[in-house]
């Protein structure tokens, strides 16, 4: 299925997904702007093309691409958290983020042990702070994650289809395990935007079917890999050494 097409179902896929229509015409509108693809290529570790070797090249793609969005999120959290902490977050909603964080980091160190994200600086829209500097508007930023979280779970759905195409069924399984805890911290999020309720679909949305059409899809919403993005914002560096998470949480690692 063309990018353009897989763009096109992102609105399906967020409908389905319960995000508000205000949510969801938000990112439509800016993955307008970014419908000239991602290339998604990146260098695997020995251990990732193992994986992707018979011809398995979906594979390989849906490992740069998780990794690389991982990598962003881990970066998007951290910056979360820093403005968190210089303004005045409910102390649920923090525990939350910091959980979120935890978990991210997770998915990051398992996924950046079989393939390379293809950069670890990214342009990340002022909008999904609300604002620029220390701003922090938790019903914006509640939107940007509803969107985002809505698309990694739909990632790693396509990850489930690759390696169960492949007869890799414990990769299958890894996929379907971080897949429920992003369609956990998108129901989180829907808590920021007072969805009533915020569980609120009984099947995930597999709408995009190729993880460029992820990439492209994070684009159109200005966040940019490497690149300045569409939308107003700024660049921000996945931290080296990656930051401590401030909480402990259960099951750091695949089943």
């Known amino acids: 299925m063309p990018e353009q097409t897989d763009v096109q179902t992102l609105e399906d896929s967020l409908r389905k997904a319960g995000s508000p229509r205000g949510t969801r015409r938000w ?35 849906f490992g740069t691409v998780a990794v690389t969005t991982e990598a962003l999120t881990v970066t998007l959290l951290t910056e979360v958290l820093r403005h968190a902490n210089r303004n005045s977050v409910p102390a649920g909603d923090l525990a939350v983020f910091e959980g979120a964080y935890a978990a991210e980091v997770d998915h990051f160190r398992f996924t950046r042990r079989y393939w390379n994200p293809t950069t670890t600086n990214f342009w990340i829209p002022d909008g999904f702070f609300g604002g620029s500097g220390d701003t922090l508007d938790l019903t914006a930023l509640g939107m940007a994650l509803v969107a985002g979280e809505t698309l990694f779970v739909n990632l790693y759905l396509i990850g489930v289809t690759a390696f169960a195409q492949a007869g890799n069924g414990q990769f299958a399984r890894f996929s379907a395990e971080i897949a429920g805890v992003e369609s956990e911290h998108r129901v989180l999020a829907e808590t920021l935007v007072g969805a009533t309720p915020p569980n609120n679909v009984g099947f995930e949305a597999f709408s995009i079917q190729r993880p460029q059409g992820i990439e492209m899809a994070l684009e159109g919403a200005g966040v940019g890999f490497g690149t300045q993005g569409s939308a107003p914002g700024a660049f921000y560096r996945l931290p080296h050494p990656i930051m401590p998470p401030p909480v402990q949480i259960n099951s750091n690692k695949p089943s």
Request: aromatic share 0%; glycine share 18%; no cysteine.
């Open 27 to 61: 990112l439509l509108e800016r993955a307008a702007v970014g419908a000239a693809g991602v290339a998604a290529g990146g260098a695997l570790a020995p251990a990732g093309a193992a994986l992707a070797r018979d011809g398995h090249s979906s594979i390989s793609t």
